[in-house]
């Protein structure tokens, strides 16, 4: 197994931007002192069966990175593959990803966790569409953790389970999609029904038996900046401090 890794910290009169190409394949797109824009594509054929994934993320106190899936990911039939993705963010840093589908084909058996830690002031807004199966098909397994701690101990601890061919897919009911948007280390503005976390953050969710038509795409767009605004209000108050 090989790991993917990107990690971006503070420059002049840019940012110092760590790819190295495992699985998925890293691409700076620009960056300046404190910014990159990295966008992450798969490096070849994944997840066949038995394919073991790792992502490292490394945000460094007061960057912010910014990543762009592209393509998605398919999991195909096969034995159990892994997908891993392993994210920290530093004091004051921001973290935005707005991930694409990751479908789970008839057939597949998969495991995904997504670990993300928060230091002092940290923010973070990712979004995750798990999909069971493509057009036509009813999916295969999918064990998909997602877990948000931060300096005060845990904020999220989420588990699905879900089989395509079960005749009950637990909390998703009848449906094959569950589109989520995470905000974490500060508080997003919210819709009814959206979740609000005991600690600052909040998630909204979307069911449905399909990928189009989610109405996640403002909201993701509207907590990316609201979380950058916050990141703009501090650099002004270190700066006026300094």
């Known amino acids: 197994m090989t790991s993917t890794?990107?990690?971006?910290?503070?420059?002049?009169?840019?940012?110092?931007?760590?790819?190295?190409?495992?699985?998925?394949?890293?691409?700076?797109?620009?960056?300046?002192?404190?910014?990159?824009?990295?966008?992450?594509?798969?490096?070849?054929?994944?997840?066949?069966?038995?394919?073991?994934?790792?992502?490292e993320i490394d945000v460094g106190p007061a960057c912010t990175l910014e990543i762009q899936d592209v393509?998605?990911?398919?999991?195909?039939?096969?034995?159990?593959?892994?997908?891993?993705?392993?994210?920290?963010v530093g004091a004051?840093?921001?973290?935005?990803?707005d991930g694409l589908p990751f479908v789970v084909t008839d057939g597949a058996d998969v495991e995904r966790r997504t670990s993300l830690s928060l230091g002092c002031d940290a923010r973070a807004?990712?979004?995750e569409t798990l999909?069971?199966?493509?057009?036509?098909?009813?999916?295969?397994?999918?064990?998909?953790?997602?877990?948000?701690?931060?300096?005060?101990?845990?904020v999220l601890v989420e588990r699905l389970d879900a089989e395509g061919t079960a005749p009950e897919l637990g909390v998703l009911g009848g449906n094959r999609v569950m589109d989520s948007v995470v905000a974490v280390g500060f508080r997003p503005p919210t819709r009814p029904g959206d979740l609000e976390f005991d600690r600052p953050g909040a998630m909204?969710?979307?069911?449905?038996?399909?990928?189009?038509?989610?109405?996640?795409?403002?909201?993701f767009d509207e907590w990316a900046?609201?979380?950058?605004?916050r990141t703009r209000t501090q650099e002004v108050r270190a700066a006026r401090s300094g």
Do not use: C, K, N
Not at 71 to 88: F, H, K, M, P, Q
Not at 138 to 143: K, N, P, S, Y
Not at 205 to 219: I, K, Q
């Open 71 to 88: 393509g998605g990911t398919v999991a195909y039939r096969g034995a159990r593959s892994w997908w891993t993705l392993d994210i920290r």
């Open 225 to 229: 900046q609201s979380a950058e605004a």
């Open 125 to 127: 807004v990712v979004r």
């Open 5 to 55: 890794r990107v990690a971006v910290t503070a420059g002049d009169p840019r940012a110092h931007v760590e790819l190295a190409v495992g699985t998925l394949a890293p691409r700076l797109i620009s960056r300046d002192a404190t910014r990159a824009h990295v966008a992450v594509a798969a490096a070849g054929m994944v997840l066949l069966g038995g394919d073991e994934v790792r992502v």
């Open 204 to 219: 909204a969710r979307y069911l449905s038996d399909h990928t189009h038509g989610s109405p996640l795409d403002p909201v």
């Open 131 to 154: 999909v069971l199966g493509r057009h036509g098909e009813q999916g295969g397994r999918l064990i998909a953790a997602f877990t948000v701690v931060d300096e005060g101990g845990p």
């Open 92 to 97: 004051g840093g921001t973290l935005l990803w």
